[in-house]
Structures are given as C-alpha cells and as structure tokens.
C-alpha cells in the first residue's frame, strides 16, 4: 500500500458527459502526476501539478484539465467525454524528482 | 521523439526459470529510470536507477543501468507464480519536475 488513494474505483460515463477524478498524495509528497493507461499499453502522462500549480503537460487536449489543493490532493477533470477516453487513470504522489508513487487507479468506461 | 521500448512484450516461464527483461530509451535530458511491477491496478515501485553500472537488488530481482548502450535490464530469479504480471520501465527525464516516459511493459507470466 503506498497510501495514494484514488475515487472512484470505476465508472461509466456517456460521450459527451463530463468527469472528475479524485487522488489524495502520500504525506510529505508535495507533488501529484497523472497518467492515462489504455488497455494494454504503458501509462501516459497527462499532467503534473506542484504546490498547486500545473508543472507540465504531456499531448493531452484542454478539455482534460486538473486542480491541487492546499493539502496536496488533486482532480482531474475531463470535459465531452470520448469513446477513447476509455482507460484506466492513475495518480502518482512524489517528492519533486523522487520515484513516483501510485494509486490503485480508477477505470473510466465511456459508452 | 522520446521514447522507452521494453523487451520481449510477453514471456512465459516455469516456476524456478530465471528471467531477464530489457529496457531501452532515448529521452533528452535523462534525470532516472524506474521500474515498476503492475499486477492488477497500481503499479508498484521497485528500483530506480540513476547511475551506470551499480546494481540495485531486492531479493530475487535485482536491475541495473547502462548509460552508455541507453539500457536497462531487470532480472528475476527463481521465479515464482506470484511474479507474475506486467513490468513496466520509465524513464524521468527533462522538461519538467519528475514526468515519466513509460515502455508498454513486459508480461511475464509463471506456470507452476
């Protein structure tokens, strides 16, 4: 257990709905990536977000956007959901530099 | 383009059989690499790795990095079934604090 948690676990929105992800950090982490994981390939980067400022973007459009709060817990937001959004999202907490730490994830199905 | 490309994608192995996975990279400003054991959801941190040549060991799985040939490799001995799962390698580099580039992983699979 690396004390990330993530909520929902999963759910299933239709196209064109919108979504919002939940991850709080591990104590001391000051710093929270987010990552897309589709079936059957390896994580991709989203965001990351510093003592509450996005900190870099991977190739991921506006309509997927993030918040962190003063306690270092996060969200991810995305607008008119796509059939291709479908995949399993993961938030990682970490000390600037450090390894990453993982949360269980949550699988998003859009329909 | 950066990019980090793992090898073999799948391996099937009995329980005992000793396991090597490969890992290569090309990223500007490498910082780190990692790797990870995901079985279900989260992928769980095992190493990380910022210096050539000077293995990391954790019981039976120990990697180690090569920066000169831009590669890793981890290894896993006697395996086990509860190896089994997907072994994913990152890469930290450049461009901003702590992003990973991720390979799509190796899944390793143990028959008793």
């Known amino acids: 257990e690396t004390g990330v948690t993530q909520s929902p676990t999963h759910l299933i929105k239709t196209r064109g709905q919108q979504v919002t992800l939940r991850c709080s950090s591990q104590?001391?982490?000051?710093?929270v990536s987010w990552y897309q994981q589709a079936l059957g390939q390896g994580p991709q980067f989203i965001f990351q977000y510093y003592r509450e400022e996005e900190n870099g973007r991977g190739n991921f459009p506006p309509r997927f956007s993030g918040l962190q709060f003063p306690n270092y817990s996060s969200e991810l937001n995305v607008n008119a959901l796509e059939l291709d959004d479908s995949a399993l999202y993961l938030c990682?907490?970490?000390?600037?530099?450090?390894?990453?730490?993982f949360g269980p994830g949550t699988r998003l199905t859009v329909t | 383009e950066d990019k980090v490309v793992q090898s073999p994608l799948s391996l099937v192995v009995h329980e005992g059989d000793t396991v090597t996975l490969n890992c290569s990279y090309e990223?500007?400003?490498?910082?780190?690499l990692l790797w990870y054991k995901q079985e279900k959801k989260a992928p769980t941190f095992l190493f990380m790795l910022t210096s050539s040549g000077i293995e990391k060991k954790s019981g039976r799985l120990s990697s180690i990095l090569d920066k000169k040939e831009l590669s890793s490799i981890l290894n896993i001995t006697a395996t086990q079934t509860g190896d089994s799962a997907i072994y994913l390698c990152a890469v930290n580099y450049g461009g901003s604090q702590g992003n990973l580039i991720f390979g799509k992983g190796t899944k390793l699979s143990v028959k008793p």
């Open positions: 990682a907490s970490h000390p600037t530099g450090g390894e990453q730490y």
């Open positions: 990223v500007t400003n490498f910082r780190s």
């Open positions: 104590s001391g982490h000051n710093t």
